[in-house]
Each structure stands twice: as structure tokens, then as C-alpha cells.
């Protein structure tokens, strides 16, 4: 992929709006009539606010061999772009110059029968992609060995389970060889092993300099899968760049991390205002801060080594309080859990005062980690746990790799570092 | 330059796009094949009943309007009076009923895969002369039943059925284009149908029509249809006059509008769902 070859998508302030005269006049009878009028007779609707702009001035370029993803939440205008790029809709305003020939897969499935065999389905749905019929024959053998379902084929579809049902259409969609292909969440469909197999069919893609656009939930896979990234808010695209950074910025917008500077530094937080994940309950919580070994305030640790966490309280008033101290890397996903009841089930905080919590040796990799407080009270069943008040966001900090892993590479995203014990029970002379 | 573009922009002009239907023929193959196989697969008794339901309306035609009413056909039997304007009469509205819908049917691969839309109403049309073609072998059977031996004059049942679903197919393009907004529609469709059943001389001969209306009531394109098929196969006397050609005139606008307003019609189809 060289980065001065020309784009084969250009979009070039793409906008789509649709008419939404609901929203506007939604009360009173006259209002509601006048809507339905305005919907049947589009000539009645001038006025700005009848609208609603579902894309607004979005461009971007993908280039020859470059694996797009698009990241967005619901209703962020993701699947109306992949519609306007396949052709299924046109744009209101705007332009977009796909090169080549372009495959779209919006949907899983499109086009099967129920009362048609798989295989008939395999050349309905090919030709419906856009595959010719002597091309889907010839590839007939691979579709059906890559859907993994070959005593079934000659079975009418609405017999197949989802999985196999789900399979057997992305197996025609994986022959698509277009030089644009476009997907939408397509993904998300079977099994972790069948995932793995779709994933290296678009890297093969993307190999042989096919460009892929790409919209999926799955942080993971978009990071794993894309070069670029771009993301979709409210219909208008808020970042592009690399996929790595894509993705972060788009979890830290989710769940809400966004670090002020002020906080990239600190080493205490007070809580008493800090968002709980269930509002309405007991704010017991009131600060949390790091500290190194010996009680210095810190934020920067190095694995391998201990970190103090001190959790401030007030008015505990349950009989078996526990605390948690959860992890989570930059995609949102628990790293370490490290639960007081584990440790110290009969913990004794009573009233007002400071827990702490000395993990003894930290096994994250290198990165940034975001600290997640749990309180509540345990027992009553066999090991249940009743959350009273949690704080999904109370605290971030920073891991570098220290002495313990001998300078080797661990990243945020690779798990927990355990300590061990390593040595040699066989061996045999290469010689011998 | 072997290179293609594809720009994707705001539609302005309409083209009815006939070059793009032609170069996914293959899709339009396989959706008739998918509506053909389908039926049939998951009824075992399909064929019999795509000739049991007109055949049962055919009875009960024969039972009022032959039988209890004695409408005088000018001597050829009821059953083959009837039902040789039925088929064209059905050829015609089935088509137009499946056209209407086609959009609206569909809707699931319309918002999911671009096709030339106009291959939806093309494979509608393609299935129901299929559907006509098994019908016209069962006419002829009749015919022959009742001692009407096929002549040569049996080939113009060819293009006057390909004409009465051409008919089906212009105005059913105009409704499938209405339909995308006014879902209503649907309902009242059978209902005019059934009154332009009554309009066209299928259960009783046009002789019965007032002289003053006779010649407006010939304006209808079916007219000529349902005439014209009782004059190839029971060489019925039908003398073509003036409206034929204004009603041919008609037929050709409607089909060419209906192309004209389905193609600027299947651009928002998407949007208004």
C-alpha cells in the first residue's frame, strides 16, 4: 500500500436527509394531519426542520489494499453511508467515485428462499451480489468447503439451523471479488472459529490490494482487521486516522473516557461527584489514590511491581462490606478483578474511613489502564455479591514494563503477565 | 482504458435503464426461477392448483350465468365462452397485482443490494405468463373438448396474451410507483379489478351492451383481448374498429409513463419505506 497511489473511493461531502414531518408536528390534530399531508405530498414540506440529516458533508479516501473501518453507534448515519456507496440510495448532496467493481454486503443472507436447497440459494444469492453464474459454478466446491456444511447443501435452507444458514451465506459472500468491498457487521455471524476464517479471507483481500470498507461493533476486529478508521457521529464524521486511534477514541467517547489533562497527571480523585453506573443508590464512595511501595503518591507503575490503591469511604453501614478494584484496558475490556472478599472476607470498615488495597505484584502489560471501584456488601448466598455503589470511571493510570518481564514487549491488549517458574523436563541432543 | 467508474451522486435525470437490465439478465433469470421453484417446492400440488382455482371459478360462472341466467352466448358453449376470455382477463390482472406489489414485496433486497429495479417487475411478469402459458394449454384442452379443433389462427394467442400482460404490466407500474406512498392502495386494487372484470364481455358477450355505449365500451384495451382470443379459437366474428387502435394508442403511453414514473419512483423507494 503506497500512500501516494490514487484513492479508489472518494466521497466527497456526502449528505443524505431524509423527510421527518412526525417530529415536528407531533401534536394536536391539525398538526398530525398536516404531517401525514406532508409526508404523502413531499411538495408540501419546504421548511428546513421537516428534515432530518441522517449524513451531513462526510469525505474521506480509502486507498488501493487499505481496510476502512467505520465506527459509529447506532443511528450515526454507519449503515446509511454503506447504502449510498453500494447504490442502494442516493445521496441528497454530495459526490462519491468508487473505482473498479464494487461488492456490497450489507446483510447476510440477502436473497435466500427458504424453500430453495443451499445450493440453489449459493446462485441466488451470488447472482443477487453480482457474481456471474459460471463464476459461482466454478467456485462451487470452495463455497460449499468454506461454509463447512457439504451434507447439507441439497437441503432446503428453512431446514438449516441459524449457524449453518449464516455460514452457508457468508460463504457466498466471501467470493465476492470486487475490487470495493463494502460490509456491513458481517462479523458478527458464527462461531469463533468460523470468525477467524472470515477475518483471513478480508486480510487475503486486503493482500491482494482489494480495498475493504468496514463497519463493525467489534472494537477487536476493527483493530485487528483495519488500517484506517474513521467515526460517525450524529450523521458527521468526528475523526479519521489510523484504526488503532480510531478505535480508542470511539470507546473512550462510549464509556465516557476522556481524560482532561488535569487528570492525565493525577495521583488522587475525589468521587463524591464522579458518575455511578446505577444512579439512586448510597454514594459510600468518596476518593481513590494511588501509591507506590512505600505510600509516595503515583500513577506511573511498572509490572511486576506492587501499587497501593486507597479507597476513601463514608457511612458504611453494611455487615460484610467488600471492595473491588476492576481493570480495564483502553478497549473497555476487565483486565484483573481484585476483590477484597478473595482476600479478606471479613473486612471491617465500619462508619467513615480509608480501605487499602496493596496488589502485590501488578501483571498488566504496558499501557494505559482505567480503574473501576466496586463496594458492596457479600454473603447471604453462596458467595453472592450485592453491588451498593460503583464508580465505572474512578481512576486511570499508567504501565511500563519493568525488570520483571526482562524488557520484553506485553501490551495492554495481551493479558495478564503470570509469574512463573520456567524449565526443561525433557530434551533430546538435536544431534542424537 | 480498462478502468470503471462508479459515481454515486444526487439522481437527477430518469432513465428507464433498460441497457442495465439486460446486463444482469442473469438475475432476472433467477428471480423467475426463484418465484417459479418456490411455489411449486412448497405446494406438491402447485400445478393443480393454478388450474383448480379458475377452473372452480369457471364452474361456478357456468352455474349462474350458463345454467340459472341462460345468457345467450350466440350458441357456443359456456364454459369455453367464458373461460377463453378468462385466461387473457387473468393473464392481465394477475400480472398487474404482482407488478403493483413488486416493489413493496421485495423490499427486503431493495434496501440491502443494488439491482436495476426494474428487473422486480420484469420477473413478475416473466412468472404470471408462465402461470398464463400453463393456462392457455388447459384452454386449448377445453376447446378441443367442445369440438373446437386448433387452427392456425391459434397462433395469435401469442402476442394477445404477451399484450394482455403488457397491459398488466403498464398499469401495475404506475401502481407499484403509488403504492410506495399510499400503501391503501392495495386493498381497493381487487376491487377495481373485479368492476373492470365486469366491464369487459367475459361472463356475458358484448351483444348485451346498449347500442349507445357500445362504442365507448370498446375503448377497453381487454376488450379487444377477450375478443379477439374467442375469435382464434372458436372463430368468433370480431370486427376491429377504430377504438382498437386509440385503445393500443392508450396502452403504449401507459406502459411508457409507467416506465418513466417506476424509474424516478424506485430512487425513493428506500427512503419512504
Known sequence: ?432 | MSESYRVVEPQTGVRIGFGDVWQRRELLGMLFQRQIAARYRQMLLGVVWLALEPMAQLAMLTIVFGFLLRVDTGGYPYPLFAFSAMTGWWLFSKTLMSVAGSLQDNIGLISKVYFPRLILPLAATMKELFDGGVMVVILVGLSMLYGYLPTAKIVVLVPLFAYAALIGLGVGLWIATVMVRFRDVRPMMGLVLQAGMYATPIVYPATLVPERFAYAYQFNPMYWVVELSRWALMDKPVDIAPPFFWSLGFVCVTVYGGLMVFAKTEKIVVDVQ
Open chain 1, 1 to 432: 500500500m503506497s500512500s501516494n497511489a490514487s484513492p479508489t473511493v472518494r466521497v466527497d461531502a456526502i449528505g443524505k436527509r431524509y423527510l421527518m414531518p412526525h417530529a415536528v408536528h407531533g401534536t394536536g390534530t391539525g398538526g398530525r394531519i398536516m404531517a401525514h399531508l406532508k409526508e404523502f405530498l413531499p411538495f408540501l414540506s419546504h421548511q428546513e426542520d421537516d428534515y432530518f440529516w441522517a449524513l451531513r458533508d462526510v469525505s474521506f479516501e480509502v486507498k488501493p489494499g487499505e481496510v476502512m473501518g467505520i465506527l459509529g453507534r447506532n443511528g450515526s448515519g454507519k449503515s446509511t453511508l454503506l447504502k449510498i456507496l453500494s447504490g442502494v440510495t442516493a445521496p441528497t448532496t454530495g459526490k462519491a467515485m468508487l473505482r473498479g467493481r464494487v461488492g456490497s454486503l450489507l446483510e447476510v443472507g440477502t436473497g435466500f428462499h427458504p424453500d430453495l436447497t443451499g445450493r440453489e440459494n449459493v446462485f441466488m444469492s451470488g447472482v443477487l451480489l453480482g457474481i456471474g453464474k459460471r463464476e459461482i459454478a466454478a467456485k462451487l466446491d470452495e463455497i460449499i468447503d468454506f461454509s463447512g456444511i457439504e451434507p447439507f447443501i441439497d437441503v432446503p435452507v428453512k431446514r438449516y439451523s441459524s449457524g449453518m444458514y449464516v455460514r452457508l451465506a457468508y460463504a457466498v459472500a466471501s467470493m465476492l471479488h470486487a475490487d470495493v468491498l463494502i460490509l456491513d457487521e458481517v462479523m458478527a455471524v458464527g462461531d469463533a472459529a468460523f470468525r477467524e476464517k472470515s477475518q483471513r479471507n478480508i486480510e487475503r483481500l486486503a493482500g491482494e490490494g482489494r480495498t475493504v470498507l468496514f463497519v463493525s461493533h467489534n472494537a477487536r476486529a476493527v483493530r485487528n482487521l483495519c488500517h484506517t478508521g474513521i467515526i460517525l457521529d450524529k450523521g458527521q464524521c468526528t475523526f479519521q486516522g489510523s484504526a488503532a486511534d480510531a478505535v480508542i477514541t470511539y470507546l473512550q467517547k462510549i464509556h465516557h473516557y476522556q481524560p482532561s489533562q488535569e487528570e492525565l497527571t493525577a495521583t488522587r480523585w475525589n468521587l463524591d461527584d464522579a458518575p455511578r453506573l446505577h444512579d439512586g443508590g448510597e454514594r459510600v464512595l468518596t476518593s481513590v489514590s494511588l501509591h507506590a511501595a512505600d505510600g509516595t503518591p503515583a500513577r506511573e507503575f511498572h509490572t511486576g511491581e506492587p501499587m497501593r490503591v486507597r479507597i476513601g469511604f463514608h457511612r458504611c453501614t453494611l455487615r460484610q462490606p467488600y471492595f473491588a478494584v476492576l481493570i480495564h484496558n483502553e478497549y473497555a475490556e476487565r483486565v484483573a478483578t481484585i476483590n477484597s472478599s478473595h482476600f479478606a472476607p471479613d473486612l471491617d470498615a465500619h462508619g467513615n474511613g480509608v480501605a487499602e488495597c496493596l496488589i502485590e505484584d501488578l501483571r498488566l502489560g504496558e499501557g494505559s489502564y482505567y480503574m473501576m471501584l466496586d463496594f458492596g456488601q457479600y454473603g447471604g448466598g453462596r458467595g453472592l455479591m450485592t453491588s451498593a455503589d460503583c464508580v465505572p470511571n474512578a481512576a486511570t493510570f499508567d504501565v511500563s514494563l519493568g525488570g520483571y518481564l526482562g524488557g520484553i514487549g506485553l501490551d495492554a491488549f495481551q493479558g495478564a503477565a503470570h509469574r512463573a517458574r520456567w524449565s526443561v523436563v525433557t530434551s533430546t541432543s538435536a544431534a542424537g
